[in-house]
């Protein structure tokens, strides 16, 4: 066990974690294991950890566990370092007055305040985040950068810049707390909390979410993944199948026999698929014109565009849109 005494700081930190409603209890987990470890490793209170909400619902998950929590209020702006949470499903469209002014009192102090997944829109709502980076989970990176231009949001792990942390969210935020318990405390002790919570190793924040593309793909082929590479690349101006054999030096034949045993498609329709995936993204996480998404992702018209989206998903870019609108209209409804 690393006791306390071992030339490690043991000045208690008062940490308190602010989840949006309708947030998964999950979403702040990795944070509370990595905290609650190192209490437990240091056989001392490192961290006093407290969860609230800005409603007086429970925080309970669609499986039925509770996680522990208080409503929030200004009463409680005692802590020394401050965490906005939220997921993907729940994105906060407003910030508190009240919170809003503590992250800014614990800015001015040189406080750390910190932003969980979806946390970092209600920060970046309080001007917070203008002019720093910041960590946003890639599928919500197009919608982010379109409403808070002024930030400077990256498809890292996580990101600490002048006293504003950020995590991509998920097992991004367990990398995020080890590396701050390393910093802050001990790397040993760091070390111990992450063997204990089976970590493989220790990532570093400037790594980026996304999973390998060998791993996505399930073949480490390398004319595939050097094929999928070039595609992903190309979506604006889409390249022929000929020219993307020609670039991996292998013939038009040999890469449709590649596409098809690897992915049981033909390089043409995987593509085709890329572009559509990546006009849906765009279509139900920002505001741009559909016929702007369509061209952004190489079609050469709003109909060509329409056609194919509809082939694909079953629906139209509109219809796709409109429902998507209607349903967070709901969820805001529900919420209120």
């Known amino acids: 066990m690393a006791m306390v005494g071992q030339g490690m700081a043991v000045e208690l930190r008062r940490v308190a974690f602010v989840l949006w409603p309708g947030t998964h209890p999950s979403a702040v987990m990795p944070a509370l294991a990595v905290l609650r470890s190192a209490n437990r490793m240091a056989e001392a209170e490192l961290y006093s950890v407290e969860c609230f909400t800005l409603d007086d619902q429970p925080l309970i998950s ?3 566990w509770q996680l522990p929590a208080r409503p929030w209020s200004c009463e409680h702006a005692t802590h020394d370092r401050l965490w906005l949470v939220a997921d993907g499903v729940a994105l906060p469209s407003s910030l508190p007055v009240g919170l809003a002014n503590q992250c800014r009192n614990l800015i001015r102090a040189g406080q750390v305040i910190g932003a969980l997944e979806g946390g970092v829109y209600p920060l970046a709502m309080s001007g917070l985040l203008d002019d720093c980076r910041c960590a946003v989970h890639w599928r919500m990176i197009d919608d982010f950068r379109e409403r808070f231009p002024a930030v ?3 498809s890292e792990l996580f990101v600490q810049d002048r006293g504003r942390m950020s995590s ?3 097992q991004a935020t367990q990398d995020l707390f080890l ?12 070390a111990m909390v992450a063997e204990e919570l089976v970590v493989e190793r220790l990532r570093d924040g400037s790594e980026r979410q996304r999973v390998p593309l060998r791993n996505r793909l399930g073949s480490t082929h390398p004319k595939l993944t050097q094929a999928v590479i070039l595609m992903e690349s190309n979506i604006e101006e ?3 199948t000929d020219e993307i054999a020609r670039h991996v030096c292998v013939s038009r034949r040999q890469l449709e026999r590649i596409f098809k045993q690897y992915l049981n498609s033909v390089p043409s329709q995987y593509y085709l698929e890329l572009r559509l995936n990546r006009a849906r993204q765009l279509l139900l996480q920002t ?6 998404i369509g061209l952004s992702c190489g079609f050469s018209s709003g109909p060509h565009f329409s056609s194919a989206y509809r082939n694909c998903f079953g629906i139209t870019p509109r219809e796709d849109r409109n429902q998507r609108r ?3 209209a709901m969820d805001v409804a529900s919420r209120a």
């Open 62 to 64: 669609d499986e039925g």
């Open 152 to 154: 400077l949001a990256g």
């Open 168 to 170: 991509s969210g998920g």
């Open 179 to 190: 590396a701050l318990l390393a910093e802050e405390r001990d790397p040993d002790l760091a």
């Open 238 to 240: 889409p390249l022929t």
């Open 287 to 292: 505001s741009k014109s559909i016929i702007q």
């Open 326 to 328: 209607a349903q967070q």
